[in-house]
């Protein structure tokens, strides 16, 4: 089993996710050049959080054209699990990998901050060893997610929405929406349950002395679904 981790130019949580894999997974992964047009050998791709392009136009609409996301569009395809973390969700978005757009935040603030998110759909590769609350850290400008009302009806009904931000006791409020985002929505899958986007950082919330592990129910999701896939 390998899992590859793209890095853009602009992107700086490429080795954090690598960390989490090679580290504390136990898993064999490696960092892949944006250029690369193959990815075949790979089981699992990760896109990082980070400033691809420096966010020129807009968030991830630069590195879309990147050689690799055409490679990326025929490896989700293929049903093989895609997870975009931060920047790596806006591509997704861009790349029409997910539905939906992203829009600067409500308050028009960066935000670095602690988030609660609630897990609304458990069933999804990502999602089968998290909990019904988790917390992990969010910094971003760009996480006002949106989509038509129409468009959100359908992720309402087909169980695409994963994570929305909530309070410590799991009520999705206004006020513990840091971004604006439609629905307080924090992540969603396509409809095949294979590619995931997130704002929140799962990699910086996969150790104790990170001050949450809820993170790396993730990843360990993800690495239990892949290897029973194999068996």
């Not at 969700?89 to 998110?117: D, S, T």
């Not at 009520?171 to 409809?191: D, L, Q, Y």
């Amino acid at each position: 089993m390998k899992w590859g981790v793209i890095r853009f130019p602009g992107s700086n949580c490429d080795l954090d996710c690598l960390y989490v894999c090679q580290d504390l997974l136990r898993v064999k992964a490696e960092l892949v050049d944006y250029r690369q047009t193959d990815l075949a050998n790979y089981d699992c791709i990760i896109l990082p959080g980070g400033f691809s392009y420096g966010d020129y136009v807009r968030a991830g609409a630069m590195a879309k054209l990147s050689p690799s996301l055409d490679a990326l569009r025929e490896f989700a395809e293929k049903g093989r699990p895609v997870l975009g973390i931060c920047n790596g969700f806006q591509i997704l978005l861009e790349a029409g990998l997910l539905p939906g757009a992203m829009l600067p935040n409500e308050h028009l603030e960066f935000r670095c901050e602690w988030v609660y998110l609630k897990c609304e759909n458990k069933s999804t590769p990502f999602t089968e060893k998290c909990t019904d609350l988790l917390k992990m850290p969010i910094a971003h400008a760009v996480g006002n997610y949106f989509i038509p009302p129409d468009g959100l009806k359908a992720l309402e009904e087909n169980g695409q929405i994963v994570f929305r931000y909530c309070d410590m006791q799991g009520n999705i409020t206004k006020e513990a929406n840091p971004n604006g985002s439609v629905g307080n929505i924090a992540g969603i899958v396509n409809r095949r349950g294979n590619v995931l986007g997130m704002m929140p950082h799962p990699e910086r919330a996969s150790e104790q002395c990170l001050a949450s592990t809820d993170g790396r129910r993730i990843f360990n999701s993800l690495l239990e679904s892949l290897q029973y896939a194999k068996v």
